[in-house]
């Protein structure tokens, strides 16, 4: 039995801590793209029933307090309809995605993936880049595009 040795033990102590700093990489990279998201859904969701109170503050009003005319509140109603539609997305895209795995006969992850590359077309490499990548602001970027990546404007056409 040959025991490691130092360099191979330190690389090998090397390697595990270059996993755990992508690990936590990850998970932090995780939380702020969900408290990030969390947080424009609450701003959006805010400002539009700010949006809605200001336009017209008596429906609102009405739409927030049940009444003869309307048995369920606004809200009640909302909150129902965002249930279903919640239930309805992730259940649908969930059968999709099932019906996907098991059409492909993938047993793992990896196969899957290896699956769908051989199945899916190839997106070819731009390196090095075509076209242009650096642009001064925005006005330069739709020109730029206008003109399908000519750098002089396109002749005017005649009506």
């Not at 039995?1 to 755990?20: A, G, I, N, R």
């Not at 307090?65 to 249930?83: F, I």
């Not at 649908?92 to 199945?119: H, N, P, V």
Request: with cysteine.
């Amino acid at each position: 039995m040959t025991h490691p040795s130092y360099d191979e033990m330190k690389e090998t102590e090397t390697l595990q801590h270059e996993d755990l700093i992508k690990k936590k990489f990850k998970i932090k990279a995780g939380v702020f793209l969900g408290s990030l998201t969390g947080i424009s859904v609450l701003v959006g969701f805010g400002s539009a029933l700010a949006y809605a109170k200001k336009k017209d503050p008596l429906f609102f009003n009405r739409g927030m307090v049940g009444s003869r005319e309307m048995t369920e509140t606004g809200a009640s109603l909302a909150m129902r309809a965002l249930g279903w539609g919640t239930l309805y997305a992730f259940g649908g895209c969930g059968l999709l995605f099932y019906g996907l795995w098991k059409l492909s006969g993938a047993q793992d992850f990896k196969e899957f993936r290896q699956t769908m590359g051989s199945i899916l077309p190839r997106i070819p490499k731009n390196n090095p880049p075509q076209g242009r990548t650096e642009f001064e602001g925005l006005t330069d970027l739709l020109s730029y595009i206008s003109n399908d990546g000519r750098t002089e404007p396109s002749p005017a056409k005649d009506s």
